[in-house]
């Protein structure tokens, strides 16, 4: 399950960074993104609100730079 460091107290903190040493190859760091916001159609089909929405897309290196691949999380 994902932690957030920011919700964690002192010692909730220190007991991760304890579990973190034993086994670092089982755990992955990833900084915290910030979410855009787009238009969408309330329920009722009356008109249209902002949401906060998050997308994630991949893309890997090759010999000419950089390429997204097609699809993505949302």
Do not use: C
């Not at 309330?42 to 893309?59: F, H, N, S």
């Amino acid at each position: 399950a994902p932690v957030f460091g920011r919700d964690l107290n002192e010692e909730q903190r220190n007991a991760l960074a304890q579990r973190m040493q034993s086994r670092p190859y089982a755990y992955v760091a990833q900084e915290l993104a910030q979410l855009s916001h787009a238009p969408v159609l309330q329920a009722d089909g009356t008109g249209l609100q902002p949401r906060a929405i998050g997308m994630r897309v991949y893309a890997v290196a090759s010999l000419d730079g950089y390429r997204v691949l097609p699809g993505g999380l949302t």
